[in-house]
């Protein structure tokens, strides 16, 4: 069964402290990974595509990388504006697309 | 701005009553989506189109439907036949059908 996990479901940082957040998946056929950022009451904001294992991307203090069966967010040295829930989709073979739940990031001053 | 609007950003319902959520783009996009966001869920497809006068329905399309006249607009109309309508309904766009999709800012609609 095509599915996404992310873990944790709730991440609390200090400003500063550097941490990763997971993206696991089984699909048939992977034809990319997607991370978004989403506000409280907002749309989600689109962040990256990973298309291949070993691929990586990079946007402020935000990277994410992709393996055969994981993908990871790394935060590097986060800021409270950082806080936000960060979610995980994949296109598998047959154009589906497949939302994980989410984590939801928290930096405290 | 190029972007995806969404119209409007609250919505309040009897039960009972059908309601259309308004979703436009101007990105030039051919392929558009519905889903619905439920608190501890990921979000699920309701509808998606690939093309104009044309659409499937997705995971969840049971009590909705959709109308694709345009390549600008994807509107969702949420029927009486739903029978849990309150959600934050999500309008997204995409280049084509495959790729990366671009979300307007979202409808709450509460049905009461």
């Known amino acids: 069964e095509d599915q996404v996990t992310q873990s944790p479901e709730a991440l609390r940082l200090q400003e500063g402290e550097s941490s990763s957040l997971n993206c696991s998946y089984t699909v048939s056929g992977l034809r990319g990974l997607f991370w978004y950022r989403q506000d409280p009451g907002k749309g989600p904001e689109f962040l990256f595509t990973l298309y291949s294992a070993g691929e990586e991307k990079e946007k402020e203090r935000l990277k994410a990388t992709l393996t055969k069966k994981e993908s990871f967010l790394h935060i590097t040295a986060p800021k409270p504006e950082d806080s936000a829930t960060y979610l995980c989709a994949v296109q598998a073979a047959g154009n589906q697309f497949y939302f994980g739940t989410g984590t939801s990031l928290t930096v405290i001053p | 701005d190029g972007g995806i609007t969404q119209s409007p950003k609250y919505l309040f319902r009897k039960e009972g009553q059908n309601v259309t959520l308004s979703c436009e783009q101007n990105?030039?996009?051919?392929?558009m989506y519905w889903y619905r966001q439920d608190p501890g869920q990921g979000l699920r497809l309701i509808y998606y189109s690939q093309i104009v006068n044309d659409f499937q329905k997705g995971d969840i399309a049971e009590g909705y439907s959709v109308s694709r006249e345009k390549k600008e607009s994807f509107p969702l109309t949420v029927t009486s036949a739903q029978k849990n309508p309150t959600a934050f309904y999500l309008c997204?766009?995409?280049?084509?059908?495959?790729?990366?999709?671009?979300f307007g800012p979202g409808t709450r609609l509460t049905v009461t």
């Open positions: 990105l030039n996009h051919d392929a």
């Open positions: 997204a766009s995409s280049i084509r059908l495959a790729g990366e999709q671009y």
